[in-house]
């Protein structure tokens, strides 16, 4: 029988009545001769309520309250589910990250894990009882509590399934699997029996919520099988591992982030040692920039323009507030309504014509591109945001990534539906 880590997402645990669910799931695995550890997130909407009282109180909250405040989500739902599983007869410990190990280094808000101490956990099972540990967060070496970055909850469980040398890192979510690209904007997206670490990790890291890409890339590291799969039905649903007979497909799927911004330096002298200094400036004052564009230059000037998290651009504007003067440039300006759209495959390296039809088919539809950047292994476009979904369904069909049936949503409701559709923006 297997050693499981099941882990069940805000949604799934968003009410009383689903986290009883949650728990009849985890008995009925104990019934099946299954042993099983449960990870938790906080339940619907919880960190962002407790974002929002934070920004109510300070309009800077030190990293390491927040991190504090933000850690007690997880905490509401571990104890409750383990009440649940209690009051079904089955013993169960509710664990913070600190007291099941999870080690962190101290970058508050998007911790790395460093290290599992699997002692509780594994004495938790040994008595027999279900442990349940508080996903998203950890300890660092000063015994300060970090958490993992949005969606972290993923790389708690992932972490915790390596830690204890668990057979499958089950993550149980609100969609029945990973599907071609999110079924929610394009319904007749299909979904995948099984897809590559390296697949996933890309569609990730190009904005697909599904799983948090730092899991992929733990697990992808330690060879952790993930199966992705709904918390309201039993069908299978999605192996993330690695496969030598897996088919490499040109196209795996499709990606769309509206997490970031573009900003555009217009006017700048065209000589050498001004990017360096504008993308050395950014850099240190911790701007991730994205795609980077260069116009051509016309009478010794020109313009960049670069992409960033919309969660850096105060950072970028502080930055650009302050060396456009002695730069000698004349103005930026802040694009916030994009959306950059991926097409992800392992097969596109050795398949060319990828970025042609892509062009020709956003072309076709009157969707303008204002950026590209390209991987071996992705292509990625930035549009408006407002024309996002469209270029996604567009090109799904393009790349014949169609099904026949249309995805059906079952258990949310439509303000739940709809808080998913803003994420990320
Ligand atoms: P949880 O709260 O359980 O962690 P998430 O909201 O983080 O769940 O992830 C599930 C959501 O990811 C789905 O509701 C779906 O809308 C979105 N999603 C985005 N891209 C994909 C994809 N390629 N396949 C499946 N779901 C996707
Ligand atoms: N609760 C955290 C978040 O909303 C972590 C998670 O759900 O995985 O980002
Ligand atoms: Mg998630």
Redo the contacts with the bound molecule.
Sequence with gaps: MALIVAKF??TSVASPERIKNVARRLVRMRQDGHSVVAVV??MG????ELMGLASAVSSQPPARELDRL?ST??QVSMTLLAMALENLGYRALSFTGRQAGIETDSSHRQAKIIKVHNERIMEALEAGAIPVVA??QGIDAAGDIT??????????AVAVAWGIGADVCEIYSDVDGVYTTDPRVAPRAQKLDQISYDDMLELSSAGSGVL?SRAVEFARKWNVVIHSRSAFSDAEGTYIKEDPDMEEAVITGIAHDTSEVKVTMRHLPDTSGVAAKVFSALASNMVNTDMIIQNISEDGYTDISFTCPGADLDRARETLDRIMPDLGGREYVVDESIAKVSLVGTGMKSSPGVAARAFTTLGENNINILAISTSPIRLSMVVDAAQAAQAVRCLHTAFGLDSDSVFVETQLSAEEIAAKMKKGR
């Design positions: 997402g805000g997130s906080a909407k919880t960190t962002d933000l989500g997880e996903g998203f958490t993992l970055g949005r969606g972290g909850s993923d790389t708690t948090q």
